[in-house]
């Protein structure tokens, strides 16, 4: 059982940046795991995944703004979040999965283990 707790999250201006944390409570070295996110009336979108390989994949969305990265030292991941935009704002979720391979961003995937979220607020 990987327990996961997202951290890092809060209320920023248009063109700001956040970095969001991720610790999990044992190793992932080798486990995908991946950033997912949430807003009000909409369904939950995969953000940013990384495999256990290291090979990064992003939602067109994010991409050139966002970095996930992971410190396997520090059982840590990372969302680095750059030039946000009012429609990043969202409840954002951790997750890891068994697999090492991450699933394609963009299909539906029910990861194993979710953290409870992290609250970013983005205002123009």
């Known amino acids: 059982q990987v327990q996961l707790k997202e951290s890092g999250g809060g209320s920023v201006q248009a063109g700001g940046s956040l970095r969001l944390s991720c610790v999990a409570s044992t190793n992932t070295d080798r486990n995908c795991m991946g950033w997912f996110r949430q807003a009000p009336g909409k369904e939950r979108e995969g953000v940013a995944v990384?495999?256990?390989?290291?090979?990064?994949y992003y939602s067109g969305s994010v991409k050139g703004r966002f970095t996930i990265s992971k410190d396997n030292a520090k059982n840590t991941l990372y969302l680095q979040m750059n030039n946000l935009k009012p429609e990043d704002t969202a409840m954002y979720y951790c997750?890891?999965?068994?697999?090492?391979?991450?699933?394609?961003?963009?299909?539906?995937?029910?990861?194993?283990?979710w953290g409870q979220g992290t609250q970013v607020t983005v205002s123009s």
């Open positions: 997750a890891a999965d068994r697999a090492g391979i991450c699933p394609v961003i963009t299909v539906r995937y029910e990861y194993d283990y």
């Open positions: 990384l495999d256990n390989d290291g090979d990064d």
